[in-house]
């Protein structure tokens, strides 16, 4: 999807500070069972059958795409007298800037989680480990409305002196589904006849969760599509939660036909800028299983589509249905990074409650435009693990984000140095974050410090609970990849050290226990 390099995580990662100062390497958390490879030295992060221990990789989109561009690291230039590792630049501060990528979407920790649960395997199942932190909740603080704020938290990989882990947490403000502004809402609808069975009733179930959410005064509009574009409701303004209007023109959805999924989204963006309203939160809804079989099919020219209406702020929510074998990920979640919003999979009635009923708000609003994160680092640091899409020392390279209400963008990396003996009781890391006001479009930044040699003293529960989910994610990219392996069976053993330490520092935490039923399976 991205022009720009990319630069992304393979091989797990080695945590630290399982309870208070203890890290999971003293606390024997990573015992191999013998392997002297599972999880590499301490204070390496090259863990078992990491090849690119560098931390490049290419961007897992569920079949490999092109891998990243060292350039857009913002590492020093190779030294020829090293042996070709990079020359220690002890003198220049560190500048990056840092992308999850679409920073509420979540489509694919719910694709792996169903796939893995129903027996079906992860062969074809895309992995993109900045949406697993996206879909799993922590616990930041909330920030006063127009802003947000930002939590950096440091801990030691083992006994290292160099390298350490880093989180990074951009959290916005709480706002209520009642306190909200009033909405314009497209929903786009797949009629085709792919969508017969299990795929129509989760996008029946999408809808009504919508309808439910839905408040008088807020308007609605609907079209369904195939082969033919027919508009089923025009501005409809909602009398209350649950509208009979609206929930009888869902009960009447049907499938048939072929689908013009390019066809659709057109005439659901005429439809949203015939009722658009600066005002108000402008939603188009695309629900499909993706499915492009008619038509303009072409990814870039149905997201440039969906693109070109961001200016104009109308967001697009895409989400998918269907079964995941069939469920073509690739497109909509191109239709989705084009139009600036998530991208989700609702695989069943509780999924579609859960998205678009406790978490209506953060998945159809947003709290703070464009969001630029960067992180400075004293000499001698560099990035060598990543959670999210992008991180460049260019900004340009690297695309800000919107940041939803009751959410928080999570990064979770291990940098380290190679000058650990400059890292006096000054030393410091820095995270600022720039964005727009929702609202006024106001520019503002944010910024927050820590001192290395303090920081990593501290009990961090989010920063156990990212390592958890972290870990989790790059476990199911090896059983994908390399399946009945060791690497895999090591990734795995791994993913469940890390989660154990995160559920002793955050007890009863529902998200910890749905990885685990996923990991114990594996």
């Not at 694919?108 to 395997?121: C, D, N, T």
């Not at 979770?412 to 009781?425: D, K, S």
């Not at 990219?477 to 009945?484: A, C, E, F, G």
């Not at 890390?498 to 998200?511: H, I, K, R, T, V």
């Amino acid at each position: 999807m991205r022009t720009h390099p990319v630069v992304r995580l393979l091989s797990p990662v080695l945590l630290a500070l399982a309870v208070g100062c203890s890290s999971y390497s003293d606390a024997g958390l990573y015992d191999s069972g013998g392997d002297s490879n599972a999880t590499g030295p301490q204070g390496s992060a090259t863990a078992a059958g990491d090849s690119n221990p560098s931390g490049e990789a290419p961007n897992d989109e569920g079949g490999g795409s092109t891998g990243g561009d060292e350039a857009s690291t913002g590492e020093p230039e190779t030294s020829s007298s090293s042996g070709g590792e990079p020359a220690c630049d002890a003198e220049a501060p560190v500048v990056l800037y840092l992308s999850p990528d679409d920073s509420n979407s979540t489509s694919s920790p719910v694709q792996a989680r169903e796939a893995v649960l129903g027996g079906f395997g992860l062969a074809s199942t895309p992995l993109r480990t900045w949406e697993f932190l996206n879909y799993y909740g922590f616990d930041y603080p909330r920030a006063d409305p127009g802003s947000v704020v930002v939590t950096p938290q440091l801990a030691r990989v083992g006994a290292s002196q160099d390298t350490f882990t880093l989180q990074i947490g951009v959290s916005s403000e709480k706002i209520a589904n009642a306190d909200r502004p009033l909405m314009n809402v497209t929903l786009v609808l797949d009629e085709s006849g792919s969508m017969e069975g299990a795929a129509m009733d989760m996008q029946k179930a999408t809808c009504r969760a919508i309808a439910g959410s839905l408040r008088k005064g807020d308007v609605v509009s609907m079209v369904g599509w195939d082969t033919e574009n027919a508009v089923k409701m025009d501005g409809h303004v909602i009398t209350a939660a649950n509208d009979p209007t609206l929930l009888k023109a869902i009960d009447e959805l049907e499938a048939g036909g072929g689908t013009d999924l390019n066809g659709g989204l057109n005439a659901g963006y005429e439809l949203a800028h015939k009722q658009f309203d600066q005002t108000r939160i402008n939603r188009v809804v695309l629900i499909s299983d993706g499915g492009a079989n008619a038509g303009v099919t072409d990814i870039e020219t149905i997201s440039g589509g969906a693109g070109a209406q961001d200016k104009d702020g109308i967001y697009l929510v895409g989400v998918g249905v269907g079964e995941g074998s069939y469920y073509n990920d690739a497109l909509m979640d191109a239709v989705t990074d084009a139009g600036r919003g998530a991208s989700l999979f609702i695989p069943s009635e509780a999924e579609a409650n859960k998205m678009f009923g406790e978490r209506f708000v953060s998945t159809m609003h947003v709290a703070a435009r464009d969001v630029q994160v960067q992180l400075d680092m004293p000499p001698g640091f560099k990035i060598v693990k990543f959670s999210g899409e992008e991180y460049s020392s260019d900004p340009a390279e690297v695309q800000p984000q919107h940041l939803a209400p009751n959410d928080a963008m999570v990064f979770h990396q291990t940098v380290a140095t190679c000058a650990p003996e400059q890292l006096g009781e000054t030393a410091e890391i820095k995270v600022t974050a720039r964005f727009l006001d929702a609202r006024s479009f106001k520019a503002k930044e944010v910024a927050s410090s820590l001192f290395i040699g303090a920081a990593v003293a501290e009990a961090q529960p989010q920063l156990l609970k990212g390592a958890a989910v972290f870990e989790y994610a790059e476990s199911l990219k090896l059983v994908r990849d390399q399946p009945s392996t060791a690497e895999a069976a090591a990734a795995v053993k791994l993913a469940l050290a890390a989660l154990a330490a995160a559920e002793a520092s955050n007890p009863g935490d529902a998200d910890l226990a749905e990885i685990r039923s996923v990991l114990e399976l594996l």
